[in-house]
Each structure stands twice: as C-alpha cells, then as structure tokens.
C-alpha cells in the first residue's frame, strides 16, 4: 500500500537520525509533505533528497524557538516528537543536572510541540500526534536507565492526558515504545562498553537481533494515518519480545 498519508502535512522532531530520520523518510514515502527539524542542522538538510521538503535547524529546549517555528509552518495534520536522551545509570550516578537536561529534552520538548502546533490542529479540523516512548520504564524496567525510564513513564501519561481531554476535538495522540534499535546512538552506547558491546545489548533480544529505525518508522506510519482513526491514547510496544 502508498499514499498512506497523502495530502497530510507533518512535523518531525530529531529527524537527522535514528527513528526520527526513519519516520521522515517513511512519511514522505507515504505521501505526506514533510517538515523535518533537528539540532544538527547538516543532518537534517540531507532529508531533502529523501523526499522531505522542509528542513529546519531547531532546538527542542528553546521555548520561544518551538513557537516560532509552528508560526512559521502553520498548521499540521502529523507532530511526531522524536527528540530523546538515553541517561545511563541508577539514581546513585544521576545528578540534578542529568535529571533536569532529560527531563527536559525527553518530555517537556514534547509539551513544547504539543502546546504550539495544537491550536491550529484544532481550528483545521484535528490531527494526530505521536509521540516516542520506551518499553523501559512504561512496561519494564531496564537496568542502569534511572531517569531515562522515569522520562518515558512521564511521555506515556502525557500522551494519555493530551488525548484524554482532546479526544472529541478531532485530535488523537498516541506513543509508541521502542525495544533496542540499531540507531547512532545505541551503536555509540554499545562501543563505549568496549568491543562485543553490541553483540551484549545483542544477547538480551529474544528476537536474537536488535529493531531498525525503519520497522519503527513502519508503526508511526501507522498511527500518523487514517487507519488507526479509532485509536488514541495507546502505548503501542515493538520490542522483540522484551517485555515477554
């Protein structure tokens, strides 16, 4: 099936990398026109030969930033908040500062998006948003992932409120949660452990291999089209089987 989203503009945060990247390209696949943002600026202007049609520099902490930047596009009929920050530790190696910096990337960027796109999704009839969780912290708990697990717990309960209070306005919000996928950035997690690190996040799958960005991008696909019009609220897993 092509032309899932088409006619449908959309937003995507951290597009240069990793899921976010892959659900850019899959949208404008799909159809859709696609404004793609990210920190790395270089990043994400290569989306244009993916199809994208927008790129955008745009930091997710900047408040006044995420304002003019949903000024400036207007309204959307897709906000898919990609932008996140994997913490290693337990509550003993998480200061104040990591606590704050993760909470405020992986949750309150969402809560920035979320507050400056909705109004024109609402006067143009709804939308959908979706929103990246983690199987750590919404189903399971992960080892050394203290506050990144708390920040995901909190994206899975702000995706419930927003679609909660807008679920007879036309809007429908929805997160999915990722396993372990091969991205940059696990990949550099893995090599900071020294070599076979990969092989170890490896061994834990049930599934015997890591996720793709790409079968993540297929989910949010999913939940940004038509087809999921009578679903809101949901935390939607693809884990391999972690959870299990």
């Not at 995420?66 to 932008?83: H, P, Q, R, S, T």
């Not at 809560?111 to 609402?122: S, V, Y």
């Not at 690190?197 to 989910?219: D, I, K, N, Y």
Request: glycine share 10%.
């Amino acid at each position: 099936m092509s032309g899932r989203l088409k006619g449908k503009r959309a937003f995507v945060t951290a597009a240069a990398a990793g899921i976010g990247r892959a659900c850019a390209i899959a949208f404008a696949r799909e159809g859709a026109t696609v404004i793609a943002t990210d920190l790395d600026e270089k990043g994400v202007a290569a989306l244009t030969s993916e199809g994208v049609k927008e790129t955008y520099k745009l930091d997710m902490r900047d408040t006044a930033a995420v304002d003019a930047m949903a000024k400036k596009v207007g309204k959307v009929d897709i906000l898919l908040n990609a932008a996140g920050f994997v913490h290693n530790g337990t509550v003993l190696e998480c200061s104040d500062q990591d606590w704050d910096f993760s909470f405020d990337l992986n949750v309150k960027s969402m809560h920035r998006t979320i507050k400056a796109f909705l109004p024109a999704m609402l006067a143009g009839g709804g939308g959908s948003i979706v929103n990246i969780a983690s199987a750590a912290g919404v189903f399971k708990a992960a080892p050394n992932r203290y506050v990144y697990s708390a920040t995901k717990a909190a994206v899975a309960a702000l995706t419930r409120a927003v679609a909660v209070d807008f679920i007879t306005k036309g809007i429908r919000c929805n997160c999915f949660c990722p396993g372990t996928i091969e991205t940059p950035s696990m990949l550099g997690r893995a090599a900071s452990l020294g070599a076979g690190g990969r092989e170890m996040f490896v061994s834990r799958q049930p599934m015997g291999r890591l996720g793709t960005a790409e079968e993540m991008a297929s989910l949010a696909v999913y939940l940004a089209s038509d087809e999921s019009s009578f679903t809101t609220g949901v935390a939607h897993i693809a884990d391999g089987g972690w959870t299990l």
